[in-house]
């Protein structure tokens, strides 16, 4: 992905930074963890309100969202769905081909970053 945002910006180079993160831990200290664990029209609906959203303020009160992602490769078909051409149906079934089934975790919140350590 670091690759692919340096090839559509054309400039920089691609750099990945590496944490660990301890769900279990976060979860014994009350934070408000979101998990989707595959695509499902909750997922869906879900990306497309965010997506959505032009205030200054999240849609949802989690600290932290875990699940399938939705980055630009996906992009195309979820606009489609928000521009009312396609049904929440055949997004997912969309995204479902297109998507790499790898997982996306939001920290949304500066409590859940104290749960992220650094890979050196």
Known sequence: MAEFKVDIF?????????FDFDAEAAREAGLSIKVFDD???EWAQF???NR??????PIHEFDIVIGPIADDKVGFQIRKYIE????????IE???YYGDKSTQYFFGTER????LRKVL
């Open 10 to 18: 054309g400039e920089g180079s691609p750099l990945v930074s590496s």
């Open 39 to 41: 695509y499902s029209e």
């Open 47 to 49: 990306v497309v309100d």
């Open 52 to 57: 959505n959203n032009n205030s200054d303020n």
């Open 84 to 91: 009312n051409e396609i049904s929440i149906d055949k997004l």
């Open 94 to 96: 969309r995204i479902m």
């Open 112 to 115: 859940s970053l104290n749960y």
